[in-house]
């Protein structure tokens, strides 16, 4: 069965390096920030930073969770992200599996144990 997915969110984002992909996938996993968290590498980024055009290397960092858990993810990115502007976005899922979107509720929920 599929179902309306408005309360959940794919969010993404970059990282520099391996050992900082993990981390953080290891931290907001940990903390039910996120249901899961995939890691995509490598991408090449193109992008404007300081007035010039830039090229690096990256990894994707691909997270489910809800809208609700989504503010106290991007803290938790954020604190231990080595980039001075981080990549975090979140892209709102329409329709998905339902026993998939349950998952990602239970497993997001605070009461889970954070």
Known sequence: MV????DCVEVRVTTSSR????RICSAVVGRRLAADCQIIAPIES???WEGEIQRSQELLLLMKTTVKRFEDLARRV??????QVPQ???V???VGNTDYLDW???ETS???GE
């Open 19 to 22: 050992e900082e992909a993990e």
């Open 92 to 94: 709102p899922l329409t």
């Open 3 to 6: 179902e309306n997915a408005s």
């Open 88 to 90: 975090i976005v979140a």
């Open 78 to 83: 954020r604190e231990l992200h080595s980039y």
């Open 110 to 112: 605070p009461a889970s």
């Open 46 to 48: 193109v992008y404007w």
């Open 104 to 106: 990602i509720r239970r």
